[in-house]
């Protein structure tokens, strides 16, 4: 089908009312630079869920990371998209301009030459992710060990999608369908979402990111509506079983645990934290606190789980702005309240 025949279809759709979720913090990026859901009918919503890395990371997690910035003899080695993440008290910009010791990188394997340079110094790396930079850790954890590096450890936050998924399905959202996640499912393949489907009888699209590869992906949504299936409009680079060896080295250093999401809570199995034989390479990923807001007039649950869009948040716009951020949601460039405020939607 003709991309001006899908669009036309999409703009002229006036069937049942629909709401399609994506999971993936850089489709949502990609739906608002594109201005998809201005080329919709009314009757099509697209909302966002728990995709962008940052946006879930637990407030308890961001209070560890300071607290190690200003212990002697510690670094947080992090990206810097977590830099301005809020805590429940402070963030690591906030910390670092205290005088804690941080260095912002572009890669995780950085962390290597900074640890061999100065072995007086443990060096901690903010690992967040979901099953698309988890492989990277491993590798990373594989490499420490083969190097015997013994100051470098992680503080973990990395995430699998399918039970977070579950859960929202759970909460008794509208949701008619999922655009699946392109990147993860790279690694985990197309069939990690079978069950979901089945169970929820739903359909699950994994798309691409160009306009058109999303354009496509909601109009075969709309067709599938109703039925518990899986679709790959992916296929360039995903297929149905996933990176078999990216995911044996994961389960050789990893395994699953009970993962605080932010917005959400506890999920049983949706995080991946480091064997108990490797705890010696962890800064304290199991032992967090409660994910706490810093404002609690943030709606940031709300817009996690997809019942609240940011445009309905008290403080959008007013208090909370990309220079101001009061929620998660709105400093990282793949946070939905981000692309709202940056390209005025809603």
Not at 74 to 92: H, N, Q, Y
Not at 131 to 137: A, L, N, R
Not at 220 to 243: F, H, I, P, R
Not at 297 to 311: D, H, L, Y
Request: aromatic share 8%; hydrophobic share 40%.
């Amino acid at each position: 089908m003709e991309l001006k025949d899908i669009i036309t279809y999409l703009r002229e759709y006036d069937g049942e009312p629909l709401t399609f979720m994506e999971v993936c913090g850089t489709h949502t990026a990609s739906i608002s630079e594109n201005g998809i859901p201005s080329l919709l009918s009314d009757k099509i919503k697209l909302i966002s869920g728990p995709g962008c890395p940052v946006c879930v990371t637990a407030s308890s997690y961001i209070d560890r990371l300071c607290d190690l910035a200003l212990e002697p003899n510690t670094c947080v080695v992090t990206f810097g998209d977590l830099i301005r993440v809020p805590g429940s008290k402070t963030s690591l910009q906030e910390i670092k301009g205290d005088g804690g010791n941080i260095k912002i990188v572009y890669s995780p394997f950085e962390i290597i030459d900074l640890a061999k340079e100065d072995n007086d110094t443990t060096f901690v790396f903010a690992a967040v992710g979901f099953e698309t930079t988890t492989p990277i850790y491993a590798l990373l954890v594989d490499k420490i060990i083969s190097e015997s590096i013994n100051n470098i450890k992680l503080l973990t936050a990395l995430k699998t999608m399918p039970k977070a998924i579950e859960v929202l399905c759970e909460m008794g959202k509208k949701i008619d369908g999922f655009i699946a996640p392109g990147h993860v499912s790279v690694i985990t393949g197309a069939n990690i979402f079978k069950p979901l489907a089945e169970k929820f009888q739903l359909p699950f699209v994994v798309s691409g990111f160009k306009g058109e590869e999303l354009l496509a992906t909601i109009y075969a949504l709309t067709k599938l509506k109703g039925q518990g299936k899986v679709l790959n409009l992916y296929k360039s680079v995903v297929n149905d079983e996933g990176n078999v060896k990216a995911n044996e080295l994961v389960n050789k250093y990893f395994e699953p645990y009970k993962a605080s999401w932010r917005g959400i809570g506890e999920i049983d199995g949706s995080g991946m934290a480091l064997k108990s034989e490797y705890h010696i390479y962890d800064a304290g990923s199991l032992n967090l606190a409660l994910d706490k807001l810093r404002n609690k007039a943030c709606r940031c649950k709300e817009v996690i789980t997809g019942f609240t869009s940011p445009n309905e948040c008290p403080l959008f716009k007013k208090v909370c702005t990309p220079l101001n951020p009061q929620g998660a949601c709105m400093v990282s460039n793949e946070g939905s309240c981000f692309h709202y405020f940056i390209n005025n939607r809603g």
